[in-house]
């Protein structure tokens, strides 16, 4: 007999129209219930007496939970603390793309977890060391060429750099949202990096003064086969270490066209929450592009008006 399923995305519903990334989880879990027969459908509180089973994930934990979900509520996601994965069978579904109709873009990954155990990070927790997952052909699709590769450490294995050779030599324009890291840009990997087509931006992280010196040379690299500082989109972690984070933010003016994103650190679980101070500089100073020219200070004592509260 078919049952009603809804699906309920707590990041898209706190978000609104900001919140443009489809629900990876959710998308399979559409499409297993609708191999099954079921007709699947987005929550909504007037009708949660009518729904045979409901699935929330939560991306974010600083997103308030929706007091509506019924009590036998499914929830996943690290939003919720919880790191389960999904059942096997879910999980190798090819995702519902029906479901988030604007998204007109693949998304994916090719491998799972990372070596690295950073403290700020969930990955180590929630998917342990990295390990392929799937292969290119399995994730793209057929009425795009724009593949959105979600991996948190790709070149950290031979799979992920050797999916991207491969990709490389096919016509899909790629965006990996996840920083790669500047320690394992390497002349073999530099190569396959200039040769793949890019959406947009080429994304590394410099969350550590030891990583400056590395960014520098995966940028030389880079240039060296033709790609432009101007094609780098670089995270930065904003902590509490105000004279590291400048250390970071200030050196990465040497690559001048790149793309500098703030990102305060925030753990809601540990009771870690943005200090004002990390969101103006994040949103207003580095955002903006100032950080190229004008050092906190100055910029700081020039607006003064955002600071009239108790930092």
């Known amino acids: 007999m078919s049952r009603l399923i ?3 995305d707590a990041d898209a519903e706190h978000f609104g129209r900001l919140n443009k990334f489809p629900n990876y989880a959710l998308m399979k879990i559409s499409a297993w219930h609708k191999q099954q027969g079921d007709e699947v459908v987005w ?3 007037i009708e949660a007496q009518f729904y045979d089973l409901v699935y929330s994930s939560k991306i974010f934990d600083f997103v308030p939970e929706n007091p509506y979900l019924p009590e036998n509520t499914i929830k996943g ?10 059942p096997d069978e879910i999980d190798r579904m090819y995702p519902d793309y029906s479901i988030y109709p604007d998204c007109d873009y693949a998304i994916g990954f090719l491998t799972r977890g990372c070596p690295n155990k950073c403290s700020w990070c969930y990955v180590p927790q929630k998917e342990g060391d990295i390990y392929p997952y799937r292969t290119w052909q399995e994730i793209v699709r057929a009425d795009t060429n724009k593949l959105t590769l979600m991996d948190n450490n790709i070149l ?3 799979h992920g750099i050797e999916q991207l050779r491969q990709l490389a030599e096919t016509d899909y324009r790629l965006d990996i949202n996840q920083a790669m890291s500047v320690f394992l840009v390497t002349p073999e990997t530099a190569d396959i990096l200039s040769r793949c087509k890019w959406q947009k931006f080429i994304r590394f992280s410099v969350d550590q003064k030891a990583q400056i010196e590395g960014m520098y040379r995966a940028a030389d690299l880079l240039a060296e086969r033709g790609i432009p500082n101007s094609k780098l989109f670089i995270y930065c972690l904003l902590t509490e270490d105000l004279e590291d984070d400048l250390r970071r933010i200030y050196a990465m003016r040497k690559l001048k066209s790149a793309t500098l994103y ?3 650190y925030k753990d809601q679980r540990k009771g870690i929450m943005p200090k004002r101070w990390q969101n103006i500089m994040a949103q207003k ?7 190229r020219k004008i050092d906190w200070a100055e910029w700081k004592e020039d607006h003064k008006f955002y600071f009239k509260e108790d930092l």
Request: net charge negative.
């Open 6 to 8: 809804a699906l309920h």
């Open 43 to 45: 929550f909504s509180p």
């Open 77 to 86: 996601g690290t939003g919720y603390g919880l790191f389960q994965d999904l």
């Open 156 to 158: 950290a294995h031979p």
């Open 262 to 264: 703030g990102m305060p």
């Open 285 to 291: 100073y580095i955002y903006s592009g100032q950080w």
